[in-house]
Structures are given as C-alpha cells and as structure tokens.
C-alpha cells in the first residue's frame, strides 16, 4: 500500500514529520477549525483519479469559513490547485482521500478571526469495516448538537467533541456504530454519517432540521433514488421508536460510503441481513464514484 510522502500547509509542499502548528492557536485551543474528508477514485484504466463531489465539499468549506468569521479565505481553484499538486507529488497507486483543514493559526483570545491557514494532506483509505456484513447501532444516550449551540450543519472540527463522546459509548456498550438523537429525541446521524431507512418499501432520512450535518452522501442518495425509481424518498423527522419498523437500514458518508446496519439496539433490522435496496444503492454508489457510468459527470473531478 503507497504511503504519502509530501503534506501541503499554506500551498507549501513539505514532508509530513514537519508539518507543525502552534499549541496556542485559536485552531487548537478553541478548535476553530473547519474541514472536509473528500475521496479520490483510482480509475485503472486511465490512471487517473475522480475526486467525488470536490466543488461541493469546498461549498461547503466556504460556508464554514463564513459562519466562523474567518478572515479573508480560500477560492475553490486554489484549494483544487493544490489537491491537485499534492495528490501528483504523491503519486499513488489506489484510491486516496484528502483531508482539507482550513484554521485560525494565530494565536490570540477566543473572538480573534486570523490569520488563518490551510493544511492539505493525502492518505490512503480503505474500505470502511462492515461494508459487506453490516454493523450494529447503539442509540446514544449523547444528544446530537443543536443547531443553535455549535451547528452540525457545518463540518467544524469543535463538533467532533459530541460525535467522538457517543462513538466511544457505542464502542464501550459493544456496538459497531451509534445512532444520536436530536435533543427532541428523534432520529439524528450518526457520529460521522448520516442514516437512512427503509419503510414499506420507501427510503427515509431524517429531515435537514434533525440537526445533521448536510451530507453530500445522502444528497447522492436522495438524487439516484429519485433517478431509479422516479419516485422521491421520503424526507422528514424519524421518531425514535420507527427506527424498530425499519425494513432495512445503512449509514452514508464520504469516508463510510455505504454502510449496511442489520442491527438497532440489538433488535434485527428486517431480516437481519444486508437488504436488496440498500444493496443496489451500494452498487449504484459505487458505479458512480468511480465512473463506471456515464450518470453525472460534473460530479467527478478528473485529476
Ligand atoms: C457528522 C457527519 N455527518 C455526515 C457525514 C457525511 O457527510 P458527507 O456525505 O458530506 O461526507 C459526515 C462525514 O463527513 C459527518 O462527519
């Protein structure tokens, strides 16, 4: 498996042991901190990479910088210029992921807005566990964060504190994975994905007011599933006790893809087994990112 070589801090090109940043940031100690995990198909044929959905992901980024009132900023085709150096001065031969941080490098009291900066670093990814079999959750007796505390809408890395909370109660109740609720107690995300489940036959995913961040993932989903059945899923607010009713079930995410979940609170979901949409959602997914169709063009970033 490939190793990378070369990290990239405010467009500089260095090794990845000295790559460094100050103990007294405001990047660190106030975790002001916005970030993006965006994947890299390896397509065999031509060599070359699909970064999946990169101009959302940098929307996104955008809104972030905006929201935490971060001077000045980054243009998308810088940051596209970059991956795009950096990934070609690592050369590698599978799939990659990149994680974009963009952050407050100065130092300074807590309301202090720059000068910030940029790391940009390139790694490989495999395969997340359970894709094939399917994984449990655990509902989190951890709350999903309001929207008017420290917005999950955003992807900050301050937000991280509450999924890693929930994901460590998960793993200590000996659970795959966690389903948090929001603090209504319905149906939020999970720690680093966003749900869907299946019902009389219908795909369901909470509402973007359930306090989740806003899925690239799960607007690819919510688009093929309209696109192969020509009908829409169904996007509401989940109670937690539907989750019992659930035929089928799988989290989404750019790091997770698709991940099957055949167990909630240790009762089968459906028949316990992986189910036949999620499955054909997978395989879908999967065609698309690494563009074995020729659906959706613009969401693929040739490198
Ligand atoms: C909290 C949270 N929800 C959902 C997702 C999935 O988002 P996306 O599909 O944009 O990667 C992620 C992954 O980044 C996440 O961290």
Known sequence: MWQPKLIMMNGELMPLEDARLHPLSLAVTYAATVFEGVRAYHLPDSGRFALFRLDDHLRRLQVGMKLMRFDGGYEAEYLTECLTRLIRANQPDTDAYFRLLVYIEGTGLLATTGPIGFTAAVMPRKTPEFAATG??????????LADNASPPRIKTTANYV????????????GYDGA?????????SEAPIACFFMVRDGKLITPSTDSNILESITRDTILTRYRELTGEPAEVRTIDRSELYFAEEAFLCGTGQEILPVTSIDRLPVGN??????????????????RARTSDHPEWRTLI
Do not use: C, E, I
């Open 135 to 144: 994984m449990s959750l655990g509902v989190s007796s951890w709350q999903r």
């Open 179 to 187: 389903l948090m609720l929001t603090p209504d107690g319905r149906v």
């Open 272 to 289: 316990g087994k992986v189910g036949p949409l999620t499955d054909r959602l997978r395989q879908d997914y999967f065609d698309l990112v």
């Open 162 to 173: 509450n999924a890693r909370l929930a994901a460590h109660q998960a793993r200590v109740d």
